[in-house]
């Protein structure tokens, strides 16, 4: 079979598996519970009820288990585009949205970031990377998806100079979950001194829209700010963050006897400290400045931001992973030189949970994998960028 007919093959039988999956995942109610949330919540806010009130949600939903809804209240009528319809139609139309997004996401990837690829290589290694991050954000129904089509849309702008476009892109995103808002600093680092102007200009714009929302809607925004409390969530409950990481082996340290030495305030103690060698590696051993001159400087400082900003937020959901895709592939790429690219894929595309005994410890293994792929090929990376001046260069 010539190389490119077999190209073709390839990507047709992912594509034709990825929406089997889609129209199972549309087809069965028990699936999207995420979306679920969203389009009872638009419906409570547009009969005057409080979207924010966890138990009439659950009484609208006729749902005890549904999750609360935890979004700024204008983008209740971003839902509200859906909720008109039976949920049975809107479910379908919702999971089509996705799909068309991810569609325009795969395409940026392919062409402009990861242009160095096969796209086949580049379909296969998004659907089953991080556990299949990318499936369970369509079997669960978020928005991570679209939030990451803004997120990639908006670095695209920022390697062309458009920074104006790159900070629409990044308000857009940050609408969805306060925290991507911290990628405008990569205004000052990639632009020197006028990027701190732009800077300025996105977080006066985002607070804008914020103030706007709460003269809009000000019962519901307090509510809102109300529910901003962090969720007591574990990576078990698909959130394989630093900080549930550090509540987890705070458990640990409790199950060997240390309950009575340890303070309450442990899991953040800890979090705290390793937020903070992530920053001081960053800020002592990343040469930034030397990056920004050097092929593909740029983006790899993007693709650095990336890594740390996953590293760092106390709240990182598992579909949250799809934003680490791009980077991570190119970093086993530049890294198949020295270790096996094969052996490299493999191991980010199996972080997931292998039929073991079931021990606390190998399952808070697995459950944090994602995690230590990213902490582990950062490190490495850190390192061969530090090794000398030849080694930076390569990447």
Known sequence: MKPRRAETTILAAISILFAGLL??????????????????????????????????????????????????????????????????????????VKALCLVLLLFIWCKKFLTDEKCWLVFLFAFFAFGSALFLDFKTGNIAVIMQLFLWSGFYFLLRGKPLLFIIMIVLASLFKLTPLVFLFLLPLLLGTRGYKYLASGILGFAAILILDYFAEKDNFVSWIETLAMPA?????????????????????????????????????????????????????????????????????????????????????????????????????RFSKRLSFPLMFILVSLSTNPPLPKLYLTELFWTYYPLLIVYSLWLIWVYFINRNSADARQF
Request: net charge positive; charged share 15%.
């Open 233 to 333: 969530e574990r990576g078990s409950d698909y959130n394989p963050s630093s900080l549930a990481l550090s509540k987890d082996l705070s458990d640990v340290f409790g199950m060997m006897g240390l309950n009575n030495i340890l303070p309450d305030s442990f899991p953040w103690i800890l979090f705290l400290l390793m937020t903070a060698a992530v920053l001081i590696i960053a800020l002592k051993f990343i040469p930034w400045q030397k990056l920004k001159s050097m092929k593909d400087g740029r983006l790899q400082i993007i693709y650095m931001s990336c890594l740390i900003y996953a590293m760092i937020m106390p709240r990182f959901k598992t579909y949250s992973f799809i934003l680490l895709i791009p980077p991570v592939l190119y970093l086993i790429r």
């Open 23 to 96: 129209l199972y995942f549309a087809s069965d109610t028990y699936y999207q519970w995420d979306f679920k949330t969203y389009f009872y919540a638009s419906r409570l806010e547009a009969t005057g009820g409080n979207p924010f009130d966890h138990e009439a949600l659950r009484h609208i939903s006729d749902n005890p288990r549904i999750h609360p809804f935890i979004y700024p209240p204008l983008l209740l009528k971003f839902f509200r585009v859906f909720s008109i319809f039976p949920y049975e139609i809107a479910s379908v139309l919702w999971i089509s």
